[in-house]
C-alpha cells in the first residue's frame, strides 16, 4: 500500500484487537527467549523460569491492554489519522507510548531500580525495534486481506455483468475531469479546441460531456475495432452507424440520433469502407 492511501482496515475492531494481541504475544516471546533488556546475566546456562515467564506474562498483559486504550480511547476518531503521513505519525506516537508505559511498569516491579532518562530513551528504541515486526505483520495480513476481497467482488461483480468489461475510464488533464462510460454507448467524439467532446446514449437520450484532453490521447485508450478516427477532429463508434453514402467523392457517415453528417477525410474512405464491409457481413 502507498503512503498516501487509506488505510481503512485500521479503524475497524478486528484489527486493533488482532494488533494489540499480536504485539504483546510476539513481544512476550521474543522477551521469553531472548531477554534482551538486562534481566539476566547473559550466562550460557541461563534458563527460563516460571518466575520469569510469569513476570513476562503479567508485562505482555500491560502492553496488551496499553495497545487497546491507545486505539479505542486515544486514537483521534478522524480519517485523516488512518491516511498516509497521519497515520505513521500515530503509529510512532503509539509505540512511544506503549513504550513509556512498559518501562514504567517495568520499573515499578523492579524497585525503580533503573529509572534514569538514558535508560527510558534505550528503552523506548529496544522496545520499537521488537514493535515494529508485530505492526508491520498485521498491517500487511489485514491489507493483503483487504486486497483479496476487493478484488473477488470485482470479479464477482465482473461475472454478474459482462458488459463491464467494456466500460473505460476517461481521464482529462484536470484531477476531477474523469467520466466513466460503456464504450457501446459512446457514439462519438470530436476534437473541440484544447477539449473533446464524448457524446454518448444515456438511456433514451444522446448527452455530452466535455473533457480536456487531444483526441490523440482518447483514441489510444479506446482502441477498437469499431471506434474509428474519420477525420483530423472526429472517432466515431460504427456500432450506431445508420448509413453511409458517397457525395462528390467524399464518404459521409449518419449515426443513429446525430442530426449532422460526419464526412471521412479521403485519405481514409477506402480503409473504413473495408471495414464497413467486414462488420456487415
Request: charged share 20%.
Amino acid at each position: 500500500m502507498s503512503a498516501g492511501s487509506t488505510l481503512d482496515f485500521t479503524t475497524g475492531k478486528k484489527y486493533k484487537f488482532v494488533l494489540a494481541g499480536a504485539c504483546s504475544l510476539f513481544s512476550y516471546t521474543f522477551l521469553l527467549f531472548f531477554q534482551p533488556f538486562g534481566i539476566n546475566n547473559y550466562r550460557p546456562d541461563e534458563k527460563i523460569t516460571p518466575l520469569l515467564a510469569l513476570a513476562l506474562l503479567a508485562f505482555c498483559l500491560i502492553i496488551f491492554i496499553s495497545f487497546l486504550v491507545g486505539e479505542f480511547i486515544i486514537r483521534p476518531k478522524r480519517i485523516r489519522w488512518s491516511q498516509g503521513l497521519w497515520f505513521c505519525a500515530w503509529l510512532v506516537f503509539e509505540i512511544a507510548l506503549i513504550g513509556s508505559i512498559s518501562f514504567l511498569f517495568y520499573n515499578v516491579i523492579g524497585g525503580f531500580h533503573d529509572f534514569h532518562f538514558h535508560s527510558y530513551l534505550k528503552h523506548l528504541l529496544e522496545m520499537g525495534s521488537i514493535l515494529v515486526f508485530p505492526i508491520v505483520g498485521t498491517l500487511f495480513y489485514f491489507r493483503h486481506t483487504t486486497v483479496v476481497k476487493e478484488y473477488e467482488a470485482i470479479v464477482s461483480v465482473s461475472e454478474d455483468h459482462p458488459d463491464l468489461e467494456n466500460v473505460v475510464l476517461f481521464s482529462g488533464d484536470y484531477k476531477k475531469d474523469k467520466i466513466a462510460l460503456n464504450l457501446q454507448n459512446v457514439i462519438y467524439i470530436q476534437s473541440e479546441d484544447n477539449y473533446a467532446s464524448l457524446n454518448y446514449v444515456e438511456g433514451d437520450e444522446i448527452k455530452k460531456y466535455l473533457i480536456r484532453s487531444t483526441l490523440a490521447g482518447l483514441e489510444q485508450k479506446i482502441a477498437g475495432p469499431t471506434i474509428v478516427r474519420c477525420n483530423r477532429s472526429t472517432l466515431v463508434n460504427l456500432i450506431h452507424l445508420e448509413s453511409s453514402r458517397t457525395v462528390s467523392g467524399k464518404l459521409q457517415l449518419k449515426l443513429n440520433g446525430v442530426p449532422q453528417i460526419i464526412e471521412v477525410a479521403r485519405s481514409r474512405q477506402q480503409d473504413l469502407i473495408q471495414l464497413i464491409e467486414q462488420l456487415t457481413r
